[in-house]
């Protein structure tokens, strides 16, 4: 079984930058590719972005290409998230997701996911 741990989260001001990671466990995680998503209040949960198992591929929801980074090492198998000019609507729960066995950027498709870390952006 497979355990996502995701950190870096907290309260900034717009404009400014965090670096979310999420640390893995077992030793498989160089042969899966991995996602963000995020959730804010009353809403459901939306894909931010994914890369393969390699890192080679990256794909970007449209609110935050530009902005945001998704990136791993799996050396080290963990996954970070670079988020820059962050705005209030980027203002969520991020989650860490694992081995989608359908389409990317649907949440359903992920097997393993992480706890969740809150991203409070102040305007």
């Known amino acids: 079984q497979v355990q996502l741990v995701e950190s870096g989260g907290g309260l900034v001001q717009a404009g400014a930058s965090l670096r979310l990671s999420c640390a893995a466990s077992?030793?498989?995680?160089?042969?899966?590719?991995m996602g963000w998503f995020r959730q804010a209040p009353g809403k459901e949960r939306e894909f931010v972005a994914h890369?393969?198992?390699?890192?080679?591929?990256?794909h970007y929801a449209d609110s935050v290409k530009g902005r945001f980074t998704i990136s791993r090492d799996n050396a080290k198998n963990t996954l970070y998230l670079q988020m820059n000019s962050l705005k209030p609507e980027d203002t969520a729960v991020y989650y860490c997701?694992?081995?989608?066995?359908?389409?990317?950027?649907?949440?359903?498709?992920?097997?393993?996911w992480g706890q969740g870390s809150q991203v409070t952006v102040s305007s």
């Open positions: 077992g030793r498989t995680f160089s042969s899966y590719a």
């Open positions: 890369i393969s198992w390699s890192g080679s591929s990256t």
């Open positions: 997701a694992g081995r989608p066995t359908g389409t990317y950027y649907h949440a359903q498709s992920y097997d393993y």
